[in-house]
């Protein structure tokens, strides 16, 4: 059974530092999703990774994803209050087109 | 292009009640899913369908819950009877499941918050 896990699961951060959250997934994959998740609200897509090797950029976030390893990251460069939400990483189990999801990091970025 | 659109936005309920949620995917998305999440975690995958077709329910609790997807457009998941661990947000979802298509991810819907008390 693929199982995703993320860390850490609390970050807070000050604003115009950098930090990585990482996504660690248990079983072979080549496909990996980035969502945002503002409190109340339902989940929107940030990146598509869909090959060992992957780099996608979006302003200040960076996704990547290293399939051999099975662990994706998400840079954050520069902090800023607006990127405070939770980030959840969501695995295809096995080409099913099944998204499995992690647990989530809930992200605070301090003034 | 409209999103995917879910119906009741919350629902409050007593304990062995039953309630019904209502999606309606993305046009052409032959993906549909549901996922139950439960405040503080991560989104649950309770089934899902290709076009009208079960594809993966192995998580779905069946005796008390179901799922359809007539036409294989809308769908609807059903909760009998509820209880009280059932309160989370049910979350709606679809995809272009194409291998030929670049957006493979999954587009979700505002969710219907459920309270059991």
């Known amino acids: 059974e693929l199982k995703v896990e993320q860390n850490p699961l609390f970050l807070s951060m000050q604003e115009g530092k950098n930090y990585t959250i990482y996504c660690n997934y248990s079983t072979t994959s080549d496909r990996l999703y980035w969502y945002r998740q503002d409190p109340g609200k339902s989940l929107e897509s940030l990146f598509v990774?869909?090959?060992?090797?992957a780099v996608k950029q979006e302003g200040r976030l960076m996704a990547s994803l290293d399939t051999k390893a099975r662990l994706s990251t998400l840079h954050i460069t520069a902090a800023v209050h607006d990127l405070s939400a939770t980030y959840f990483c969501a695995v295809d189990s096995s080409g099913t087109y099944k998204y499995i999801f992690g647990t989530g990091t809930r992200l605070k970025v301090l003034a | 292009e409209a999103g995917v659109a879910q119906s009741p936005r919350y629902k409050i309920i007593e304990k062995r009640q039953s309630v019904a949620f209502w999606c309606n995917p993305i046009s052409g998305h032959a993906t549909l899913y549901w996922y139950q999440q439960i405040l503080g975690q991560g989104p649950k995958l309770l089934i899902q369908f290709q076009n009208n077709g079960v594809v993966d329910d192995s998580q779905l609790p069946k005796d008390r819950f179901s799922a359809e997807r007539l036409k294989g457009v809308d769908s609807t998941l059903k909760i009998q009877p509820a209880k009280l661990e059932d309160s989370a947000v049910y979350l709606c979802?679809?995809?272009?499941?194409?291998?030929?298509?670049?957006?493979?991810?999954?587009?979700f819907g505002q969710g219907t918050r459920l309270t059991v008390v």
């Open positions: 979802a679809s995809s272009s499941r194409d291998r030929g298509h670049l957006n493979t991810e999954a587009f």
């Open positions: 990774l869909l090959s060992n090797g």
